[in-house]
């Protein structure tokens, strides 16, 4: 069965800084990865994904995540912080079915 | 992208009272849809999983006979909380994938149940 470890469930950073949320998976086959943004009292959006092929992923909003098979991890990156990037991030797993397996989240704030 | 849409976006409702929810792709044709519970600060727990026109899939720990959950058409999942008491109140979350979504579950936008 599939895993997902969010290190860190709360992440602070200001605004122009750097954005990192870590994500490692545990899967025994080859992952599809995914990372979603959920803002207060909506549902989830889906910010990027792996499959296969290029292990550099760029996704919407100037996000980015790297997917290293050695490392087992989904890092999720972006250069610039803004404060629209307050929200909570999900970094998700699933394998090859339909079961996807969530992280416990991680919540980034941005201060000015 | 592709869009789910869920109604009603929030319910309150006497306890033992049942709630329907209903979970709809717009644009494309789901053959999947998954059925999700949020407790407030902490992720997704998947509740069942539904294919058009067979019966649903719980989760291990999941009533199936208190959460009624009918996939009837290729847009539209429905959701019932039966006999509803206050620990059922969460954040219910749908998804969907299928046709032209591919294997990527898109999500509804939530309905937050409160059962008094």
């Known amino acids: 069965a599939q895993s997902v470890t969010q290190l860190g469930s709360h992440v602070s950073v200001s605004e122009g800084a750097l954005v990192l949320l870590r994500c490692n998976y545990s899967s025994s086959v080859p992952p599809y990865l995914f990372w979603y943004v959920q803002y207060p009292n909506q549902g989830l959006q889906l910010l990027l994904k792996?499959?296969?092929?290029?292990?550099l992923v760029k996704g919407i909003n100037g996000f980015e995540a790297e997917f290293k098979k050695s490392e087992t991890s989904f890092h999720l990156t972006k250069p610039s912080a803004h404060m629209s990037d307050a929200a909570e991030y999900f970094c998700?797993?699933?394998?090859?079915?339909?079961?996807?397996?969530f992280g416990a989240g991680t919540r980034l704030t941005v201060k000015p | 992208g592709a869009v789910v849409s869920q109604h009603p976006s929030r319910v309150i409702c006497k306890s033992g009272t049942s709630v329907k929810i209903e979970c709809r792709s717009l644009d494309f044709q789901a053959t999947t849809m998954f059925w999700y519970r949020q407790f407030p600060k902490q992720s997704l727990m998947l509740m069942a999983t539904?294919?058009?026109?067979?019966?649903?899939?719980?989760e291990q720990g999941v009533e199936k006979d208190k959460f009624l959950i009918n996939h009837a058409s290729l847009t539209l999942s429905t959701l019932t909380v039966t006999s509803a008491h206050p620990e059922d109140s969460s954040f219910y979350i749908c998804?969907?994938?299928?046709?032209?979504?591919?294997?990527?579950?898109?999500f509804g936008p939530g309905t937050r149940l409160t059962v008094l």
């Open positions: 998804s969907a994938s299928g046709g032209g979504a591919g294997d990527t579950q898109y």
């Open positions: 792996y499959t296969t092929g290029a292990t």
């Open positions: 539904s294919n058009e026109g067979s019966k649903a899939t719980y």
């Open positions: 998700a797993v699933r394998a090859n079915n339909n079961d996807m397996r």
